[in-house]
């Protein structure tokens, strides 16, 4: 069964750094893109990064661009998002999603939700002082 997990999620201050991690089991990770999402309370999910197959292609959402950074590591099965300089905006619940998609639909579609079909439980990272 294809599942995704996410962990790395907590309380942090300010200006401070997580590293969330998106597990794959059931499925190898080597033939699909994946998606960083979060979601505010009473707000829409919101797309913040992607990358491709291969790190060919990576995005962010302008609101991250600087501060966040994607990877993976296929040998590990894990797609990572290291979040730097921690905004209270940044505070949402962080969901990872699979997609195998080509490198040019994902770069037009990558923002919407619609366009992945498999999702993990997501996991809470709040910015507080």
């Known amino acids: 069964q294809l599942q995704l997990v996410e962990s790395g999620g907590g309380l942090v201050q300010p200006g401070g750094s997580l590293r969330l991690s998106c597990a794959a089991s059931?499925?190898?990770?080597?033939?699909?893109?994946i998606g960083w999402f979060r979601q505010a309370p009473g707000k829409d999910r919101e797309g913040v990064s992607c990358?491709?197959?291969?790190?060919?292609?990576?995005d962010y959402a302008d609101s991250v661009k600087g501060r966040f950074t994607i990877s993976r590591d296929n040998a590990k099965n894990t797609v990572y998002l290291q979040m730097n300089s921690l905004k209270p905006e940044d505070t949402a619940v962080y969901y990872c999603?699979?997609?195998?998609?080509?490198?040019?639909?994902?770069?037009?579609?990558?923002?919407?939700?619609?366009?992945?079909?498999?999702w993990g439980q997501g996991t809470q990272v709040t910015v507080s002082s």
């Open positions: 990358v491709g197959t291969s790190d060919s292609i990576t």
């Open positions: 059931g499925f190898t990770l080597d033939y699909y893109a």
């Open positions: 999603a699979a997609e195998i998609i080509s490198n040019l639909r994902l770069r037009r579609l990558w923002v919407l939700p619609s366009t992945w079909d498999y």
